[in-house]
């Protein structure tokens, strides 16, 4: 994964000492301060995918009018079984979707897309953090890699089905989004990464339905 460039995780800094608090899960809240997304979703629908143990918390607490918890495989109270191929929710419903490392999981990615377009309401946000390779010009998976070891071996987890390329953001925005990415300097070029252990070079994936 390192020769591959990967953009994902610090699995050396990865969970805080004080609060159990992923590094993804840290960089997320830092992105979503410091655009102002976190302040700006009051009176907001939220669906919120693979739900993290902290931004939950602080969604909740900027006063959201309806924050849906999801997830493929609930194992916790509050979080609502849902697939992200076949969303059991209207179209237009929500005015935001966070997704946090949950696209390199779901079997076609593209039909993910699908939906988060189709369940936002029109000027709706969508966060799709994912990790990806910097030297991969397109996105590889193949449907014969299908056993852990194996997904091990060729994407870097055994729960992964593909490895995105440098192609991901044209992917995503191929699904009819407009794309809002901001790079780590643009936003929080004053945070020290290594103090925080978070990875300066993943980009805030934030894309938009069109009005």
């Not at 009018?65 to 493929?72: K, R």
């Not at 609502?80 to 076609?108: C, G, K, T, W, Y």
């Not at 990415?181 to 103090?195: A, C, E, N, S, Y």
């Amino acid at each position: 994964m390192r020769e591959l460039q990967m953009v994902d995780s610090d699995v050396m800094n990865f969970t805080c000492p004080n609060c159990g608090a992923h590094d993804r899960e840290r960089h997320l809240i830092l992105y979503m301060r410091r655009s102002g997304l976190l302040e700006g979703i009051r009176g907001k629908a939220i669906l919120h995918f693979a739900p993290e143990q902290h931004l939950p918390r602080l969604v909740r607490d900027h006063a959201t009018a309806d924050y849906v918890l999801a997830d493929l495989f609930p194992n916790a109270p509050g979080v609502q079984r849902a697939d992200m191929l076949r969303m059991p929710f209207s179209d237009s419903s929500f005015d935001m979707l966070i997704a946090n490392h949950v696209l390199e999981h779901v079997p076609d990615a593209s039909k993910a897309l699908a939906e988060v377009f189709r369940v936002l309401k029109p000027a709706g946000k969508a966060i799709l953090q994912t990790p990806y390779s910097r030297m991969l010009r397109h996105t590889w998976e193949d449907a014969g890699i299908d056993s852990p070891q194996a997904r091990l071996q060729a994407y870097g987890q055994e729960d992964h089905v593909r490895l995105f390329g440098q192609d991901i953001f044209e992917r995503i925005a191929a699904a009819g989004f407009e794309s809002e990415v901001r790079q780590h300097t643009d936003l929080l070029g004053d945070v020290d990464p290594i103090r925080l252990g978070i990875n300066p070079a993943e980009p805030f994936f934030l894309f938009s339905k069109p009005a």
